[in-house]
């Protein structure tokens, strides 16, 4: 054990290594692999929750397997956020399209906090793995991906949300639009550290050259007739130095009338709101 401390702590530092190594211990026990396998891998730098193959998000212990992304705490903070902005209730329900919705994190976590039967939640992700992902979250927490108007539920689905033709395999209209899009312009990919770069989706992190191919994307969506209701928020997660450039976008395209940035718990701007009214 202490061998594979020295080795561990070479990496990460003594008291990273020490929790490290104690939850990866934990897991071996029931892991068909060893403590020593589990610790080679962490060396290559496999992130940690690939190697245990979890993490929570909120109150919910999500599934996380490579390549699909691990959720972020920036993204927990602001879902969390949002599900006190928006109050639905079995009287008032309301439908959500989580666009790029990876581990189904976003829209998985909201089902668990608003009231039952007060949300039907619709995941979209280009990624074959991400939407089995997703709905292996769904059944692991309990949440049906159809509705009997008494439950939350949440469905995921594959598809491009590049694609010009994307809206017609959804059913608009929706009272909340979320989404966490690629948003890495290429010049800053190759700065990401080694864990992101060899284990996560390139497909997850790319937002094209600029980084902001997916907003104008949803720009565009958001604002055909009868996409989103008269009363719609959207709720966009945004990368550095974007939040305001983003909301030239959105209100650019005349669908959304105010907008507000979020801070992240860390100040940086995070995420940016846009209402239709
Ligand atoms: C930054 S990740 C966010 C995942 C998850 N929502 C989260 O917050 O952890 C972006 C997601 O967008 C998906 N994606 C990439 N290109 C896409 C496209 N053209 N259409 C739909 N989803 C796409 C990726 O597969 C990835 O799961």
Known sequence: ?????????????????????????????????????????????????????????GALNLIVRPPVLIPRPETEDWT?????????????????LDLCTGSGCIPLLLCHLWPQGSVRAYGVDVSTDAVELA????????IPSGTDGLRNSFKAQQGNVLDPAFPKSVEPPFDVLSANPPYIPWKEYLDLPPSVLRYEDPRALFGGPSGLEFYHAIAGMVSRPGFLKTDAVVALEVGHEQAEKVEDILLDVGAIQRTEIWNDPWGKARTVLGWRT
Do not use: C
Request: zero cysteines; aromatic letters at 6%.
């Open 135 to 142: 709905t292996e979250n769904a059944a692991r927490h309990d």
């Open 1 to 57: 054990m202490s061998m594979l401390l020295q080795r561990l702590a070479a990496y990460l530092g003594h008291s990273q290594a020490a929790l490290e190594l104690k939850w990866m211990s934990a897991f071996a026990e029931t892991s068909k692999q060893s403590l020593s396998e589990l610790v080679d891998r962490r060396l290559k730098d496999e992130p940690l929750q690939y190697i245990l193959g979890s993490q929570p998000f």
């Open 80 to 96: 969390i956020r949002l599900s006190k902005t928006i109050t639905p209730s079995p009287k008032h329900p309301i439908s959500i």
